[in-house]
Nanobody, 126 residues
Framework: QVQLVESGGGLVQAGGSLRLSCAAS????????MGWFRQAPGKEREFVAA????????YYTDSVEGRFTISRDNAKNTLYLQMNSLKPEDPAVYYC???????????????????WGQGTQVTVSS
């Protein structure tokens, strides 16, 4: 079973940057598509970005395209989300998730993700 642990959240001023990390416990990480999601208070969880199992393909939701960059280091079993130009609408709990490349499409659908981390809080001050 894959265990995912996010880190790197915190408080940043609008326009600033943060880099989130997600450490995975299993070597299977290298065969899983990985994604970042976020959930703000009172809102539903939403997809943010995805990286294919080999890292060659990425996919973003429109609201973060050009500001956020997802990447992965399979040798370190770690997923990253570089967030630049943070906006007041970006604060949320950010979650990483894994979807097996053998049982999902590209990009994975939300229900393809079957392993989730506990989340890390991102707060943006104006």
């Amino acid at each position: 079973q894959v265990q995912l642990v996010e880190s790197g959240g915190g408080l940043v001023q609008a326009g600033g940057s943060l880099r989130l990390s997600c450490a995975a416990s299993e070597l299977a990480f290298s065969t899983d598509h990985m994604g970042w999601f976020r959930q703000a208070p009172g809102k539903e969880r939403e997809f943010v970005a995805a990286a294919s199992w080999g890292g060659g393909k990425t996919y973003y939701t429109d609201s973060v395209e050009g500001r956020f960059t997802i990447s992965r280091d399979n040798a370190k079993n770690t997923l990253y989300l570089q967030m630049n130009s943070l906006k007041p609408e970006d604060p949320a709990v950010y979650y990483c998730a894994a979807a097996s490349r053998y049982s999902s499409t590209w990009p994975p659908r939300d229900h393809d993700y079957n392993y989730w981390g506990q989340g890390t809080q991102v707060t943006v001050s104006s």
